[in-house]
């Protein structure tokens, strides 16, 4: 990390010390909602404190009763820019919220409406550590061990130190099956995503962002739970389908969902975490870090699709080109 | 109601009127899961005191750590026999919480894990009021009442026995429309759903259900919030997407959605629950129980296309018919 983001950091994990958190609220839209999932997933596992992801626009024009001077919010943003999340940051502080924003472009509207802005590095060329989503987890250990002492705390940290690295060996043990993927669904008009526990966010986003948004490639994400109740009876041999297996409690999901999609389907991809390399990760901790390597992973099957297909991941049709 | 109903629901809210419940868990699946989401919404808007919505299995395995002897878990399975739904109801049993479980059979596992179980009726010559949507809101604000006095409880319930009648009404009112929307997607492979606040769940099994397991249609649901961030590169002239625009405060985030959609895909079908003839609900009532009755028409668009197609909406290819 940098000087300004530890500086960061340590003001707003002291902020949460002295504040009476009575539950938290994850707000912000797409991509940056996505990374917000498993940080829910972490608290639901280590504390009894409520909390909940909204995107931001729900957020603010629900404005639900339990948001007030007791509440956290935490919010993000790219580029600092989006107007719903500045919106719902300043509602918060509004409601006497106490607020806690991520961002890559620090001069922006989002940092003049936080109380807290952290700001993290993008691009190949930095610390994927401290990403958006290494900054994450920084502050959701940060805000547990603030709340009540969380042994987990300094593994977390360390962890996150060791993601650039984690994520580089990961990466290149998946690259021949990445170009694979590209190549044999370059001509998909439709891909499936499945997950659940803490990499359901990543089946999101890769359906939204990286197919729907990056590949204009039709998607849904389908929770590998749900997929019983209604979903697999779309289920089809030439239907593909790409299933991310996690390595957390809810991993019983996606096995079943796994297996019966196998059997239906001749067209399906997996991705499983516990065949991700993670020695540099203690192992009690894998549950949740797991769902970041698979995040760095599988954004190199969307690389390899984008390629194949022609179709570079930075081309919008209607985004940065139109007022909406 | 029929006197057991009576008999269930009185006992299930004064269980709650005596019970400290710092926490309320939401928990089913498929169609029954996504009933619970205006549950969860109403609950963000009428009180403090955080809700959760959960697909069964995720519940269980996650088990989040909020979940205990101060906890109200309300679970729901049509035939009582969802494995997911029992033991999910039976681990909140086990962990202390009060458990309120609805189902149409009640001779079942379900009544047998719950304490509290609440009947409700089915098919075309019972009353609507008394199936799972309306027994459901019974229970909703009867639980609100009973943790604070609700001064919208009485018209609420009034509102519950309506139900019937304004379904009727307002599916004659759309008839014509749904018909023309069966004829005009008979063919197509994909319809894709968006709606947001108290009409997300009807979008979500909308897709899930209606689309996916009963008609093999591809079909995703997507937040109207949510569609700027991703979604919207999908679309184009030729890809068709059902609008359900509600009558609450989220109700801007679908006219966004529908302005712009409208723009670019030729294919759209709208169902605005403004249009909805809510004359025997109370008006500051209608962002609640228009989501009933937008359930209740969209259903019949389901029935026309599955009449367009030849396909029933009870034939299956998996559930029923093996193990899985």
């Known amino acids: 990390m940098n000087q300004n983001q530890v500086r960061e950091l340590n003001a707003a994990i002291e902020a ?4 009476p958190v009575e539950n938290v609220y994850f707000v912000a839209c ?13 608290f639901d596992r280590e504390t009894t404190i409520p909390s909940f992801v909204y995107t931001a626009n729900e957020f603010v024009h629900r404005c639900p009763k339990g948001l007030g001077e007791k509440s956290l919010v935490i919010t993000c943003s790219h580029s600092g820019n989006t107007p719903e999340t500045v919106r719902a940051t300043a509602l918060a502080g509004e409601k006497g919220a106490l607020t806690i924003s991520f961002a890559f472009k620090t001069e922006s509207p989002l940092w003049e409406a936080t109380k807290h802005g952290v700001s993290y590095e993008w691009g190949p060329d930095t610390d994927a550590g401290n990403h958006n989503n290494g900054m994450l ?12 002492p ?3 705390y300094e593994r977390a940290i360390k962890a996150s130190d060791s ?5 580089r060996v990961n990466k290149e043990k998946f690259a021949a099956r990445a170009n694979a993927f590209g190549s044999t669904y370059k001509r998909a008009p439709l891909i499936y995503t499945m997950s659940s526990g803490p990499c359901y966010g990543v089946a999101y986003s890769f359906a939204i962002c990286l197919l729907q948004e990056m590949q204009w490639v039709h998607s849904a994400a389908i929770h590998s739970g749900e997929y019983f109740h209604g979903p697999f009876e779309v289920t089809d041999y030439d239907v593909p389908f790409m299933v991310l297996k996690n390595v957390g409690p809810t991993r019983p999901l996606d096995d079943r969902a796994e297996a019966f999609v196998t059997k239906y ?3 399906v991809t997996l991705i499983d975490c516990a065949e991700f390399d993670m020695h540099l990760i203690p192992e009690d901790l894998h549950e949740y870090f797991a769902v970041l390597v698979l995040g760095a992973v599988i954004r190199t099957y969307a690389d390899a699709l984008a390629d194949h297909r022609g179709h570079p991941l930075s081309v919008r049709r209607y985004m940065w080109r139109m007022e909406y």
């Open 16 to 19: 949460v010390k002295g504040y």
């Open 30 to 42: 797409g991509g940056s909602k996505a990374i917000f999932d498993p940080a829910q997933y972490i």
């Open 137 to 148: 987890f920084r502050v959701v250990f940060g805000v547990l061990n603030a709340l009540q």
């Open 150 to 152: 969380c042994e987990k």
């Open 163 to 167: 993601l650039h690295e984690v994520f």
């Open 265 to 267: 389907s001749k067209e």
